[in-house]
């Protein structure tokens, strides 16, 4: 019988440099498409976009909860609903601003939504607030608007009820 004979080959594992360039190669032509379609600063634009169209719509639907509670129409210290568009804010009512936030905090919401870019918008009270939203009735219809001039992207964001 024979003998056979074992031979101990020693393995060699692991990549050439060139399968790793490669690899390093694709990994980032495929990152590189990637930030093209997700692009970050317009995702980032469309998500305060979509919290703006929640934001006046929530306002909206509080101004019609306090007129359905004062049958049929707005109570609040501030006076009538503005026919003009105005600035939701307690920081100028002497120049236009209409200060809305006592007419709904506390009794429809604890505190007011503002626009989640504008650098002035804020709330921290009903006397210290600036939504950046803005407010008009039409004279013709009666309807009430709350629109977001801070808009990004070209869109128009306004809830008219």
Known sequence: MARLSRSHKKYEGG???LEFLIVVAIA???AAIMILILDPVRLTAEVRNRQRETDVNAIVNLIYRNISDNHGAFSCAAGVIPTSTRNMSDNNPAVGDYDIAGCLVPKYIS???FDPSASSAQYA???NYDLQYSIQQSTTTG???ISAPNVEQ???IEATR
């Open 15 to 17: 990549f050439t440099v």
């Open 28 to 30: 980032g032509l495929l």
């Open 111 to 113: 505190s007011l939504p």
């Open 125 to 127: 009270s009903t006397t």
């Open 143 to 145: 309807r009430i608007t």
């Open 154 to 156: 070209g869109s128009t």
